[in-house]
């Protein structure tokens, strides 16, 4: 068990910064071969002040540079995939229907241990062919009762 802090935010398309969103959970971190998987659940209240729940699954591999695969399930899903300086196009799954996705990922950086670690993901995210923001999103974890890294 892990503690899991997710910090993210986005620019618009002139550089404005968007508010950011903020969540701290519990999750679950295990070793794999080559990197980590990182799960937890993020919960948030919608703009009706609904709330939501989306399980997410982070898998990161070292071998050959970062590569992180996200996994998001839910009414609101998604997979995916970031390695730097390459495009991932794939599908925002939503119960209307389903939305073109694109990013192309600028930064991508991982620290991971046992007892702690950081992802941090910068990239450019397409909607239906049009740009939509440039997105950060910086993830801790840290083991219960270890130091943070």
């Known amino acids: ?49 609904e709330t939501v729940s989306t399980d ?10 970062p590569r992180v695969t996200m996994t998001r399930t839910g009414d609101y899903g998604t997979t995916m995939v970031f390695v730097k300086d390459r495009r991932f196009e ?9 939305l073109g996705l694109a990013l192309y990922a600028m930064q991508v950086q991982c620290k991971l241990a046992e007892d702690c670690g950081s992802i941090h993901l910068e990239y450019q995210l397409d909607m239906q062919g049009s740009y939509a923001a440039v997105q950060t999103i910086d993830v801790t974890y840290v083991s219960e009762g270890a130091a943070p890294c």
């Not at 071969?33 to 919608?46: A, I, P, T």
């Not at 997410?56 to 540079?65: A, C, D, R, S, T």
């Open 1 to 49: 068990p892990v503690l899991v802090t997710l910090h993210s935010y986005s620019k618009g398309e002139h550089g404005e910064k968007e508010q950011p969103v903020r969540l701290m959970c519990h999750g679950r971190m295990r070793p794999t071969n080559d990197g980590c998987m990182l799960r937890y659940q993020e919960v948030q209240q919608d703009d009706t002040g």
């Open 56 to 65: 997410v699954i982070l898998n990161i591999q070292q071998k050959e540079g």
């Open 90 to 98: 794939g599908a925002y799954h939503t119960p209307f229907g389903d």
